[in-house]
């Protein structure tokens, strides 16, 4: 039984920085695709950023280039979204994603964890 478990969110003012983190348990990070994605109510999920574990290569969506960063540990089988310059429009829920077959990260990943709210005050 596969179960991610997101955390870190949390209301922050805009410039500051979050970390959020995904603790996968059932699945090894040995060759998986973890991406975070986030939602607004109202709007589609959207992909944020999206890593290999296997190789490490990582896209990101081209709003948060240069100001998030995916990252993977095999070893602990967790991943990590370092957010920094965070803007209002950044606020939504996040959501970690693995999936051992899909890439690049998309909406039909297979194990999802709950998400976690990042709230960036103007």
């Known amino acids: 039984d596969v179960q991610l478990q997101a955390s870190g969110g949390g209301l922050v003012q805009a410039g500051g920085s979050l970390r959020l983190s995904c603790a996968a348990s059932?699945?090894?990070?040995?060759?998986?695709?973890i991406g975070w994605f986030r939602q607004v109510p109202g709007k589609e999920r959207e992909v944020v950023s999206c890593?290999?574990?296997?190789?490490?290569?990582?896209v990101h969506a081209n709003s948060v280039k240069g100001r998030f960063t995916i990252s993977s540990d095999n070893a602990k089988n967790t991943a990590a979204l370092q957010m920094n310059t965070l803007k209002p429009e950044d606020t939504a829920v996040y959501y970690c994603?693995?999936?051992?077959?899909?890439?690049?990260?998309?909406?039909?990943?297979?194990?999802w964890g709950k998400g976690t709210l990042v709230t960036v005050s103007s």
């Open positions: 059932g699945i090894r990070f040995d060759d998986v695709a």
């Open positions: 994603a693995v999936d051992p077959y899909n890439w690049p990260c998309d909406d039909n990943m297979r194990y």
């Open positions: 890593i290999s574990s296997k190789d490490g290569i990582a």
